[in-house]
């Protein structure tokens, strides 16, 4: 007769007169004792089909359970489900593995320079949208012969604050062109100065850029200009070169005045 451990499934191989009432058995493998008659099969021909039994003798209750020792067959397979549940947790665990492998290695190879250039767009678009309503009035360039200097190229004019508040602190970038468009030299400058036509005249340049870029007249007129509100500019070039025949101005920062305490 064939018999099966209720607990583990290991089978045995025994005789079938050991199949008394009372009789018990002791499974080697998990060594869980058990009555012989809740679990027998019938076999063919000795045999269960597809496994080899080992065979015990013995038909006294104590006998059998110390023969049994050491007669096991193979536990029974799992069944296809758990075959397939275990392929799927396997599946799972390898897909986590890489997702986490391909996020270390993202963090690890981003280019090092890549959090500067997002910071630096990120700055750009802000500047752009404090500057993206100020707008230039009567823009004009010109020479003058200075005494000291030779000849000084002069961009001036005015910027408009066209926000609904006011702004603060402008400044505007001057460039010189070529024929064919290319910048031959650029300067920026703060707005709220400007000098004569006398002091382009006989001023050196030193003394030229301390009054153009005197503090307290940008304090003065660059400080919370209302809305449609306007100051002036001039931008001053030193010996500019022959191949100059154009120029250009357009403004590049402004700022939102802090709010005052009340």
Same mark, same amino acid.
């Given at each position: 007769?064939?018999? #099966? ?19 018990? /058995? ?10 012989? $008659?809740?679990?027998? /099969? ?50 799972? /665990? ?11 290695? $993202? ?13 630096? /767009? $990120?700055?750009?678009? $802000? ?36 926000? #609904? ?23 920026? +400058?703060?707005?709220? #100065? ?11 340049? +030193? ?56």
């Amino acid at each position: 007769m064939i018999v #099966t451990c209720p607990k583990c499934s290991t089978r045995y191989n025994l005789p079938d007169a050991a199949a008394k009432p009372d009789a018990k /058995a002791r499974c080697t493998v998990c060594k869980h004792v058990f009555s012989l $008659a809740e679990v027998v /099969a019938p076999s063919v021909g000795g045999q269960t089909p597809g496994h080899d039994a080992a065979s015990a003798s013995g038909s006294d209750v104590s006998d059998i359970i110390g023969e049994v020792k050491g007669y096991n067959l193979d536990a029974t397979p799992p069944k296809p489900e758990e075959k397939k549940r275990k392929r799927t947790s396997l599946v799972v /665990a390898l897909v986590m593995l890489l997702l986490v492998g391909a996020g270390a290695g $993202a963090w690890k190879f981003w280019p090092r320079g890549a959090d500067k250039a997002v910071d630096e /767009a $990120a700055q750009k678009l $802000a500047a752009s949208e404090q500057i993206k309503n100020i707008a230039l009035r009567n823009v004009r360039q010109y020479y003058i012969n200075n005494e000291k200097l030779g000849q000084v190229s002069v961009i001036e004019g005015r910027v408009v604050n066209n926000f #609904t508040s006011p702004r603060e602190l402008i400044k505007v970038e001057a460039s010189l062109y070529d024929k064919n468009g290319a910048t031959v030299v650029s300067k920026t +400058q703060l707005c709220g #100065t400007t000098v004569s036509l006398f002091h382009l005249q006989v001023l050196g340049e +030193q003394e030229l850029e301390t009054a153009l870029n005197n503090k307290i007249d940008i304090l003065t007129n660059n400080t919370s200009i209302p809305s449609a509100g306007e100051v002036p500019f001039m931008v001053v070039f030193y010996n500019p070169p022959s191949t100059v025949t154009e120029f250009g101005v357009k403004v590049v920062e402004a700022r939102t005045p802090p709010e005052k305490k009340q």
